[in-house]
């Protein structure tokens, strides 16, 4: 049993993250960036979090072909469809700093969808991804404080799950203790939930930070993964991110998708609508190449020409 510390210590402690919270509230600017990871070192005395091993044997990502490409073209790569390299990765995002890359997945394809948001005129690949050996599971932390909002009507039972298991295990620490590790896990939670402007990526410094620990630092750079809520899609599903050299050696690319988008959320009729283009199960892993059919199109001539006269679509 370890030992207590003093209720002075966890008014302290928690006095600490309320002062980080309003300083999240009210948004992170440049002025203060470098303060706020400097405060983190020096007034977090210590980090703890729920740890967990399960094996996920399939994950799906959806890729905005512009936005690797910086046009609507075919991606051909299949290191186009994974994770940015670091030097491309400028900005904070919900689970890596800026120079750090991560694999952003999911269990289904729709929560990509309503994270990634693409718009009308958008070709988009929809990539899924197996495990390459059935008994190679995933170490990482779960984000599971926080509940849909009670104006939705459902709860999240994965969340609710691990909540049960982490009270248990709370429990096994002393009391003041448990409520200095809750107070941390909460404001985690609430870091890695905040609904984040597309334009404000500094408001992910407190994720990203807390991310880098996870990963690097927590149980000496033994978690491969953190599995946390869908802002987007309201808690109710999750996504995964996951370091590129554990994905890299756990994953290969088992299938890919190439859609059009038709429809999107600025329609109002509340939801997006692609059409397929075209799929591919065929890769040349070595060359790290798509090997596309050329001949399997799924659209007639007219569509084809029209996508490519309009919104520039080269599958070329």
Sequence with gaps: MSIDISEKEVRKFKAILDYLKRLADDGVTPLIEKQIL????DCLPFFSHLTMEHIFPQLHRITINRNVLGSNKRIWDIAHL????????????????????????????????????????????HSVWRIKYDNEGLVYCPIFKNQPPKSKGVVNPRSM?????????????????????????????????????????????FSAYFSNKILYQFENGAIDAIYYPSVKDGLTFENIAIKPEVFDKKYYLAEVKENFVVQDLSSGKGGHFSHGISDCKTFDYAAGKILWDKDRMYQPDDFMRQIRMYHGVDIS
């Design 161 to 205: 799950e691990y909540n049960d298991i982490y009270i248990k295990e709370l429990k096994k620490f002393p009391e003041n203790i448990q409520a200095q590790i809750d107070s941390l896990v909460q404001f985690i939670a609430d870091s890695f939930t905040k609904d984040i402007r597309p334009d404000r990526h500094l408001d992910y410094i």
């Design 38 to 41: 400097l405060m983190l070192d």
């Design 82 to 125: 994974k994770y940015p390299p670091p030097d491309r990765v400028t900005k904070y995002g919900r689970c890596n700093l800026p120079k750090q890359s991560a694999f952003y997945g999911a269990m289904f394809d729709m929560t990509c969808i309503n994270e990634l948001r693409p718009k009308v005129g958008d070709l988009v690949t």
